[in-house]
Every structure is written in C-alpha cells, then in structure tokens.
Nanobody
Framework: QSQLVESGGGLVQPGGSLRLSCATSRAVFDSYAIGWFRQAPGKEREGVSSISHGGGVTYYADSVKGRFTISKDKSKNTVHLQMTSLRPEDTAIYYC????????????????WGQGTQVTVSS
C-alpha cells in the first residue's frame, strides 16, 4: 500500500485552475522531498515540481514555471500543487512521489509513488 495518497484531479477548461494534494505519513513528510511527476499518453513520465523535506528549496519544470506553485502543510503532512492557467498540454496522470531532492529532476531516485490522479484540460 502506497504511503502517498493523491487527491484533487479532474476536468478543467483551458485557463482554469486545480489543486492537487498528496497526503503522507509524518516520517515520509519530514525525511524526504515530495513532489509530482506526470505522464501523458504516449510520453515518458516527467518531473513537474518538488519541494525539499525542509520546504526551503523547490523545483519546477520549465513548462510549468510561473503557473504552478508547490507548498507544504505541516499540520496535515500534506503537499499541495496549485495549478493555474492550465493548458491542454498539461493533460496527464499526475503521480505524487517521495525521495531525495534533486535540483535538475525534482526527485531522484523516487523511493515511493502514489497511485496517480487524472488531470484533463479540455473545453
């Protein structure tokens, strides 16, 4: 059973917003970076955003910079990904992940994956 539980996916129109959440245990929350990867049909899984275990360092893929914001809620052991100005090309399954923080890839290696949540951007 995954230690990472995602929520918040869905269908949104272009230009709209969604917030993804990833809840985990205190042990994982305090020890590892937590972030998001996504995989669109026919494409490889790619890192989207991550935040270090202390919360002081973040990673964003170039394609989402300025549109997505990652944050930690210590009271709930939860990481949020606020997605704004969504585009059709953001359509993918989004996976929460945990592991060591990596400045170029977000998290590497990934030690744990969530089950994934579908995000569809379409009019």
């Amino acid at each position: 059973q995954s230690q990472l539980v995602e929520s918040g996916g869905g269908l949104v129109q272009p230009g709209g917003s969604l917030r993804l959440s990833c809840a985990t245990s205190r042990a994982v929350f305090d020890s590892y970076a937590i972030g998001w990867f996504r995989q669109a049909p026919g494409k490889e899984r790619e890192g989207v955003s991550s935040i270090s275990h202390g919360g002081g360092v973040t990673y964003y893929a170039d394609s989402v910079k300025g549109r997505f914001t990652i944050s930690k809620d210590k009271s709930k052991n939860t990481v949020h990904l606020q997605m704004t100005s969504l585009r059709p090309e953001d359509t993918a399954i989004y996976y929460c992940a945990a592991g060591p923080f990596h400045r170029q890839h977000g998290i590497q290696p990934v030690l744990s994956w969530g089950q994934g949540t579908q995000v569809t951007v379409s009019s």
